[in-house]
């Protein structure tokens, strides 16, 4: 996608006139942005979108890199990041993100729209963990096994070779039941 069918609020139109313009169906909302109404809405439109939230040296992360890799028809309400440098970094609070302190190395990342996203696999191992700080995460973990099928096979392998990181075992049998599910509907 190119840069320029992408309108966020306050570069080329303000708000209210990208309003309006939803309102005639020009534009549509995508995120953080608007885009024309006959534009597809795929992985790029989404992550460029989020790119004005993502801070540097961070990566989109959990719920947010599973809507940017096409899970769900809405953005989370808070997006997610995780730091991409090995070293701790500061990062400005933002209301409408959550800053996770944990670092993610480059073979986990992937580049959309020259925004660094959690891999799949990386994304849907993010959400098993953090499901017992935040059982929400589950819908999330849901939509994006629907629209990524073998994610969890190897978010399974890679929770298998995890050692004392926090809610490892029920991430891999919510990993384990949710790949049983895909299984029966595909026979």
Do not use: N
């Not at 729209?113 to 589950?138: E, K, Q």
């Not at 073998?150 to 995890?162: F, K, M, V």
């Amino acid at each position: 996608m190119h840069p320029a069918l992408l309108y966020l609020p306050g570069r080329r139109l303000t708000l209210p006139e990208l309003s309006a313009a939803r309102l005639d169906g020009h534009v549509i909302e995508v995120g953080e942005g608007y885009i024309p109404a006959d534009l597809p809405e795929g992985a790029g439109v989404r992550a460029a979108s989020l790119a004005p939230l993502i801070p540097p040296r961070t990566a989109a992360s959990g719920p947010s890199a599973a809507w940017v890799h096409g899970a769900g028809d809405r953005p989370p309400g808070r997006h997610h990041v995780r730091r991409t440098v090995e070293r701790r970094i500061r990062v400005l609070p933002q209301a409408r993100v959550v800053f996770h302190d944990v670092y993610v190395p480059p073979e986990h990342l992937v580049l959309i729209s020259g925004v660094a996203i959690t891999s799949p696999t990386r994304t849907m191992l993010d959400l098993a963990l953090g499901l017992h700080r935040d059982p929400s995460l589950l819908e999330w973990l849901r939509l994006l096994a629907t629209v990524v099928p073998h994610a969890a096979d190897d978010a399974i392998t890679q929770a298998e070779g995890l050692t004392r990181v926090p809610g490892t075992k029920r991430a891999i049998d919510t990993l384990c039941r949710l790949r049983e599910r895909q299984d029966d509907v595909t026979r």
